[in-house]
T-cell receptor
Framework: AQSVTQPDIHITVSEGASLELRCNYS??????LFWYVQSPGQGLQLLLK??????LVQGIKGFEAEFKRSQSSFNLRKPSVHWSDAAEYFC?????????????FGPGTRLSVLP | DSGVTQTPKHLITATGQRVTLRCSPR?????VYWYQQSLDQGLQFLIQ???????AKGNILERFSAQQFPDLHSELNLSSLELGDSALYFC???????????????FGQGTRLTVV
């Protein structure tokens, strides 16, 4: 079955530490890939996206993600986490025209940041 | 600010009632998507409209319906409400409909529906 998985439900890191959030997808072809962040009581904000080309993509707020086709992964990274990064992070894929371009989201990873 | 506006922000209603959630997409965006976010189901795609026509359907209940109007705003109608329909309902918009013209979706802040 087609799916998006985020193996880590909750991650806690100390402020200033590095961060990696994992995302794996299961689709027949390479989908379009996204990371969104949701702060408490807020909507989803796009951090970065991958459509094609360079597999290392840079996003806002100092985030980057690397697409690895061989591993069907699109992990999100940040070298130094700030307290304001505490939020829920969603990996998403968008399917092609036959699927009406709807977005399928992973279950989310909640990030807590220790001072 | 994503440019996507959802109203109302909060809604409390009783079981069995009907409500309408409204979404105004970003200026120029032709696609509107509706999502339901609940604790147990996560973010579930409900339905997509593109330029007034239904484009894709996800896990949308028969009690729910949506439409997109000529001015491109969209409404999600939820009827015969049950306690389990309590959730955050997001609207998103994007310029395109699919294929090579794909772009990201921009999300509104959601409507929190509480059914009591």
């Amino acid at each position: 079955a087609q799916s998006v998985t985020q193996p880590d439900i909750h991650i806690t890191v100390s402020e200033g530490a590095s961060l990696e959030l994992r995302c794996n997808y299961s689709y027949g072809a390479t989908p379009y890939l996204f990371w969104y962040v949701q702060s408490p009581g807020q909507g989803l904000q796009l951090l970065l996206k991958y459509f094609s080309g360079d597999t290392l993509v840079q996003g806002i707020k100092g985030f980057e993600a690397e697409f690895k086709r061989s591993q069907s992964s699109f992990n999100l990274r940040k070298p130094s986490v700030h307290w304001s990064d505490a939020a829920e992070y969603f990996c998403a894929v968008a399917l092609g025209i036959n699927y009406g371009q709807n977005f399928v989201f992973g279950p989310g990873t909640r990030l807590s940041v220790l001072p | 600010d994503s440019g996507v506006t959802q109203t109302p922000k909060h809604l409390i209603t009783a079981t069995g009632q009907r409500v309408t959630l409204r979404c105004s997409p970003r200026s120029g965006d032709l696609s509107v998507y509706w999502y339901q976010q609940s604790l147990d189901q996560g973010l579930q795609f409900l339905i997509q409209y593109y330029n007034g026509e239904e484009r894709a359907k996800g896990n949308i209940l028969e009690r729910f319906s949506a439409q997109q109007f000529p001015d491109l705003h969209s409404e999600l109608n939820l009827s015969s409400l049950e306690l389990g329909d309590s959730a955050l309902y997001f609207c998103a918009s994007s310029p395109a409909a699919g294929g090579d013209s794909h772009t990201e979706a921009f999300f509104g802040q959601g409507t929190r529906l509480t059914v009591v």
